[in-house]
T-cell receptor
Framework: AQSVTQPDIHITVSEGASLELRCNYS??????LFWYVQSPGQGLQLLLK??????LVQGIKGFEAEFKRSQSSFNLRKPSVHWSDAAEYFC?????????????FGTGTRLQVTL | AAGVIQSPRHLIKEKRETATLKCYPI?????VYWYQQGPGQDPQFLIS???????DKGSIPDRFSAQQFSDYHSELNMSSLELGDSALYFC??????????FGPGTRLTVL
């Protein structure tokens, strides 16, 4: 069974500072990996995804993530955080059953941005 | 671009009542997923459908049932509601096993 660990429950950064959110996964095969962002009471917005190929993937809003198979990690980064980035961030791994690919989420990291 | 539509957005029910949540996937998407997110928790997979057939099942209570119709919309039926069913219910859609796009969710409150 697949699983995702996000070791940081809560992170606070200053606006303009760099950001790295950690994600470790467990999955027997090559995983499908995702980062989603959720504002309070809102839906989940896809930031970026990794299926195969280049291990450094670019997403929306200036985010990027790097897939490291040797470390079973898929950390999310942003060089300069904006106050509007404050939200809950979920890392997820997709497990294909052939006709569907359910997502298993980490417990999330809440990002607070100070001005 | 068209997104996933969920209705209603908010629903308040009493214990032991029944609720029906609806999901309209992105046009041409053939797969629908349902997730439940409790307060302060991560989304948990409930069930999925591909081409109107159930494709996978997660931690969905027996009191819940779901189906996907010929127009690809899906409904999640929840009976004998319990206080613990209060949560945000998300629907997501995809084209086969490609990226899932989530709807805004239905917030269910059971009193």
């Amino acid at each position: 069974a697949q699983s995702v660990t996000q070791p940081d429950i809560h992170i606070t950064v200053s606006e303009g500072a760099s950001l790295e959110l950690r994600c470790n996964y467990s999955y027997g095969a090559t995983p499908y990996l995702f980062w989603y962002v959720q504002s309070p009471g809102q839906g989940l917005q896809l930031l970026l995804k990794y299926f195969s190929g280049d291990t450094l993937v670019q997403g929306i809003k200036g985010f990027e993530a790097e897939f490291k198979r040797s470390q079973s990690s898929f950390n999310l980064r942003k060089p300069s955080v904006h106050w509007s980035d404050a939200a809950e961030y979920f890392c997820a791994v997709g497990a294909s059953t052939g006709t569907a690919s359910k997502l298993t989420f980490g417990t999330g990291t809440r990002l607070q941005v100070t001005l | 671009a068209a997104g996933v539509i969920q209705s209603p957005r908010h629903l308040i029910k009493e214990k032991r009542e029944t609720a029906t949540l609806k999901c309209y996937p992105i046009p041409r998407h053939d797969t629908v997923y349902w997730y439940q997110q409790g307060p302060g928790q991560d989304p948990q997979f409930l069930i999925s459908f591909y081409e109107k057939m159930q494709s996978d099942k997660g931690s969905i209570p027996d009191r819940f049932s779901a189906q996907q119709f010929s127009d690809y919309h899906s409904e999640l039926n929840m009976s004998s509601l319990e206080l613990g069913d209060s949560a945000l219910y998300f629907c997501a859609s995809s084209l086969f096993t490609d990226t899932q796009y989530f709807g805004p969710g239905t917030r269910l409150t059971v009193l």
